[in-house]
C-alpha cells in the first residue's frame, strides 16, 4: 500500500511568493512570542496595574489614528513598498532589542515600554499600508483567496505555536528577555523580503493623494460597511485584549505557562477557520463568511467574565470561547482581505489601507483606554462584559448592509447570492469597454484626418 503525497499549494512552488509567505510566517510568529511577553514584562517585572495596561494596549495602536493616512499617502507617492517594509522590519527589530538589554541593566521602566510600543507601532503602520500592494504584485487576481489562506493559515499557526512558546520562554527567561525572538523574527522576515524582486505598481504623484483613501472608502459601499462594523468590533475587543492578560493572572491565577498553552490551543480554531474558509465562501459568498466571522470572533469573549468554579472548569471555558474566538477571527480576515484585493485599485491600495487603519485602528487606543479605567473603576470582570456586548453590536452594524451578499467577481451564477453586485459591476465592465471603443474610434477617425491632411500637403498644383 502506497501513501498519496500531499502536493504542494500552487502558490507555494512560486518562488517569490514562497519568500514573502516565509517572511510573514516568522515574523507572525515572533509577533504572537512578544505578544504575551511584553504584555507579561509590564505585568510581572513592573508590576503594572490596569490603567497602565490600558495605556500600553492603547500605545501600540494609536499610531494609527495619529499616521494611518499621512503613511498610506506617502507609500503610494514614494513607491518602493518592499524597501519600506524592510526598513520597518529592521527598526522594529532595534526597537525591540532595547527592552531586554536594559531589563539585564536593571534600568527597564514603564515609560520605555509605552516608547517602545509607540514606536513600534508606527513602523509597523508603514508595514502595513506597503504589504497589501506588494500581496497584490506576486498573486494573480484568481489566486487571492488561496494567498489570503496560506497567509492566515501560517496565523493560524503562529497563533497555535507562538503564545505556547512565548509563555515557556517567559517562565524559563523571564517576559523582557523573550521578547528577543521577535527581535530576530523581524530580521528574518526582512532576509527574505530582501531576496524577492516583484514588479510594483508605479508611484502616484496625484495632488490631494492624502484625502483619496478616505474619498474611496466614503464611495465604496462594501469598504464603508466593512469600517463600521469591524471598528466598533476593534474597539470593544481592544477593551477585553488590554484586561484579558491581567484579568487571567491576577483573577483567574492563571501561570503564564499555562496562559500560553491556552492561547496556542484556541488558536487551534483559527487554524480550522483557515482550511475552511475557502469552503465556506464558495457555498455562502465571501461576504457572509465575513458577517458570521464577526459574530464567532465577538460573541465568545462573554466565555471570561462566565469564567468560575475549579481551575478546569474555567480553563475548559477559556480552551473553548478562544477556539471559536480564533476560528471567527480568521474567517473574516481571510475573507475580508480577498474583498479588498479584490474591490480596491492598485494604485490607491496603499492610501485606502492607511485612510481604513486610521479609523479601525483609530478605535483601538479609546477601547484601551476605557477598558483600562473600566477596570479600575467598577472591576475587571464588569469591564469584559461590557466588551463582550459592545463587540456582537459591532456585527449587527453589518447585518443592513450590503456586505453580507457579497461574492468576488465571479464566484455566483446569475440569480445566486451576490450575484446583483456581480451584474452592477457586469455593468460597470461594460461601459468601460464601451468608452473603450469609442476612444478608439475617435483616435482612427483622428488618424484618418491627419493622413488626408499630409496628403494634401504632398499634392501640389500642377503648373499653369
Known sequence: MTLRRRPVPELLRDRVFRRYWTASTISMFGDQISGIALPLAAVIALHAGAAQMGYLTALEWLPSLLFGLPAGAWVDRRGRRRATMIAADLGRAALLST????????????????????????????????????????????????????????????????????????????????????????????????????????????????????????????????????????????????????????????????????????????????????????????????????LLFTAPVAGWPLARGSMAAVLVILFAAMFVIGFGVMVLDISIGAIFAAEIPDTLRSRVTGAFQAINYGTRPAGALLGGLLGSAFGLRTALWVAAIGGVAGFFLLLPSPLPGYRLPGAAPDGAPGAGGMRARGRMRARGRMRARGRMRARALLDRRCRGRRMMTRVRPLPA
Open 99 to 294: 527592552i531586554p538589554v536594559c531589563y539585564a541593566l536593571h534600568a527597564l521602566t514603564m515609560p520605555q515600554l509605552y516608547l517602545v510600543t509607540f514606536g513600534a507601532g508606527t513602523l509597523s503602520i508603514l508595514f502595513n499600508v506597503s504589504d497589501g500592494t506588494l500581496f497584490v504584485s506576486i498573486v494573480a487576481p484568481e489566486r487571492y483567496v488561496d494567498g489570503q489562506s496560506l497567509i492566515y493559515g501560517s496565523r493560524a499557526l503562529s497563533f497555535a505555536g507562538g503564545p505556547s512558546v512565548g509563555g515557556v520562554l517567559v517562565q524559563l527567561l523571564s517576559a523582557p528577555f523573550a521578547v528577543v525572538a521577535d527581535a530576530l523574527s523581524f530580521v528574518g522576515s526582512a532576509f527574505f523580503l530582501g531576496r524577492i524582486r516583484p514588479v510594483e505598481p508605479a508611484a502616484d504623484d496625484a495632488a490631494g493623494s492624502a484625502t483619496a483613501g478616505i474619498r474611496f472608502i466614503a464611495r465604496s459601499r462594501i469598504v464603508r460597511a466593512s469600517l463600521a462594523g469591524v471598528a466598533v468590533i476593534n474597539f470593544f475587543n481592544l477593551m477585553f485584549g488590554a484586561l484579558s492578560m491581567l484579568y487571567a493572572v491576577r483573577v483567574l491565577h492563571i501561570r503564564p505557562g499555562v496562559l500560553g498553552l491556552l492561547l496556542g490551543v484556541a488558536a487551534l480554531g483559527g487554524l480550522l477557520g483557515a482550511l475552511v474558509t475557502k469552503p465556506i465562501a464558495a457555498r455562502f459568498g465571501e461576504g457572509w463568511a465575513y458577517t458570521a466571522g464577526c
